[in-house]
Nanobody
Framework: VQLQASGGGLVQAGGSLRLACAVS????????MAWFRQAPGKEREFVAA?????????YGDSVKGRFAISRNHIVKSTVYLQMNNLKPEDTGVYYC??????????????????WGQGTLVTVSS
């Protein structure tokens, strides 16, 4: 199973980016996918997660109202993270993660066994 994250880049504060994460190497349907990020010198932080059905979505407090996680309804193995009104504190490496097992806590990185390589997001002030 491989996850490929893309869409990172340099953007000014107030701008938008859309990240994408594609799962390959399996015909199984994933149960949950998430985005985490890690800023320089800081621990990895939960950003957003969703169940594959799309009926459950979760967001970190710092991104609520600005970020949105969604799934490609045709290519169900692809998940997006739409990031609006970006702030310098959103800078970091963004990682997508996926797992095939259900969970009661979508915000814990220990609940995900498959990880992408990360994509860098830099927000300038």
């Amino acid at each position: 199973v491989q996850l490929q994250a893309s869409g990172g880049g340099l953007v000014q504060a107030g701008g938008s980016l859309r990240l994408a994460c594609a799962v390959s190497g399996t015909t199984s349907i994933w149960n949950k996918m998430a985005w985490f990020r890690q800023a320089p010198g800081k621990e990895r932080e939960f950003v957003a997660a969703m169940r594959w059905r799309g009926d459950r979505k979760y967001y970190g407090d710092s991104v609520k109202g600005r970020f949105a996680i969604s799934r490609n309804h045709i290519v169900k193995s692809t998940v997006y993270l739409q990031m609006n009104n970006l702030k310098p504190e959103d800078t970091g490496v963004y990682y997508c993660a996926a797992d095939f097992e259900s969970t009661v806590d979508y915000t814990q990185d220990s609940e995900y066994n498959y990880w992408g390589q990360g994509t860098l997001v830099t927000v300038s002030s």
